[in-house]
């Protein structure tokens, strides 16, 4: 288990037990990334991931109650590793919770230099602001790349890319806000 200084937040690898949170966390953003909660095949990402232990959960402090703050699945293969799920509770957002996630993903998942993408809004996309996503992720040194397929909601999305090099300690200039 790994504790945030910055943000009071737990990351631990996810377990079965979890997966109630992770539909908690996916209800709160199904206007912007389309049905996931009743999705079965939802459901099997995110227990693929629990059994690849490549899935985190981000518990706050005991005030936060039982509910995750955030959750993240991750695909460790490099050397293009990828973002396929972020998601930080509407409790959470401002509090370091997504920044302690990503940290701990490069912790524990990257191990040799490539790039970190993730797809996230396109600008035109009404969730690109609203969500701040496109922001978060530039704080964190990701760059737009090129466009990605459409949304399930039809919106447009966009690939953000950042190069990682393995003899960086990239989670801890992230940790504490800086992009190397």
Same mark, same amino acid.
């Given at each position: 288990?790994?504790? %945030? ?8 690898? =996810?377990?079965?037990? %979890? ?8 209800? *709160? /953003?199904?206007?912007?990334? @389309? ?9 099997? +990402?995110?227990?693929?991931?629990? $059994? ?10 005991? +005030?936060?109650?039982? *509910?995750?703050?955030? @959750? ?16 930080? +509770? ?5 509090? @370091? ?13 990257? $191990? *040799? ?8 809004? @396109? ?35 966009? /690939? ?5 090099? =393995?003899? /960086?300690? /990239? ?10």
């Amino acid at each position: 288990m790994s504790a %945030d200084e910055t943000s009071g937040v737990d990351v631990r690898p =996810a377990g079965e037990e %979890d997966l109630a949170g992770f539909l908690t966390l996916a209800g *709160q /953003v199904e206007h912007w990334f @389309g049905p996931m909660v009743d999705e079965p095949g939802f459901h099997e +990402a995110v227990r693929a991931h629990i $059994r690849r232990s490549t899935a985190l959960v981000a518990h706050g402090r005991p +005030a936060d109650g039982r *509910q995750p703050l955030g @959750g993240l699945l991750f695909d460790a293969g490099p050397p293009t590793y990828h973002v396929d799920w972020l998601v930080v +509770a509407e409790t959470g957002r401002g509090r @370091g919770v997504g920044r302690a996630l990503l940290g701990e993903a490069v912790r524990r998942f990257v $191990r *040799q230099p490539g790039s970190i993408e993730v797809v996230t809004f @396109g600008a035109d996309h009404p969730g690109a602001v609203a969500s701040g996503a496109r922001r978060f992720y530039e704080r964190l040194g990701f760059a737009p790349a090129e466009p990605a397929a459409p949304g399930p909601e039809g919106g447009s999305r966009q /690939v953000y890319r950042r190069a990682v090099d =393995a003899a /960086v300690p /990239v989670s801890e200039a992230w940790r504490y806000g800086r992009a190397p």
